[in-house]
């Protein structure tokens, strides 16, 4: 069974960065399979932060457009999420997604395999 591991997370000052990873047990599948990040906050719904298709086309929320980066490298069944100038509205567990297919999935219903989470906390 595939399995997603989430790493990278921690505590951090306002300002500060931070790089998540979330690697594969396994290569996903043979052909195209597109992964995401999303985030929960206690209390709220939890929502997309940034995916990325196979074919490294991205798509980010509005709330971390020019902060966050996400990329890849699926020859190594891992993708990156690159957090520059966290804010304390980023404090969340931070979930790593995978969906097959070839496009950029930005909604929590098209992906099926998921990971644990890591937290990240991010004091003001």
């Known amino acids: 069974q595939l399995q997603l591991v989430e790493s990278g997370g921690g505590l951090v000052q306002a300002g500060e960065s931070l790089r998540l990873s979330c690697t594969a047990s396994?290569?996903?599948?043979?052909?195209?399979?597109?992964m995401g990040w999303f985030r929960q906050a206690p209390g709220k719904e939890r929502e997309i932060v940034a995916a990325i298709s196979w074919y490294g086309e991205t798509h980010y929320a509005d709330s971390v457009k020019g902060r966050f980066t996400i990329s890849k490298d699926f020859d190594k069944n891992t993708v990156f999420l690159q957090m520059n100038s966290l804010e304390h509205e980023d404090t969340a567990v931070y979930y790593c997604?995978?969906?097959?297919?070839?496009?950029?999935?930005?909604?929590?219903?098209?992906?099926?395999?998921w990971g644990r989470g890591t937290q990240v906390t991010v004091s003001s």
């Open positions: 396994r290569r996903p599948f043979k052909s195209s399979y597109g």
């Open positions: 997604a995978g969906a097959a297919g070839s496009l950029v999935y930005s909604r929590r219903n098209e992906y099926p395999d």
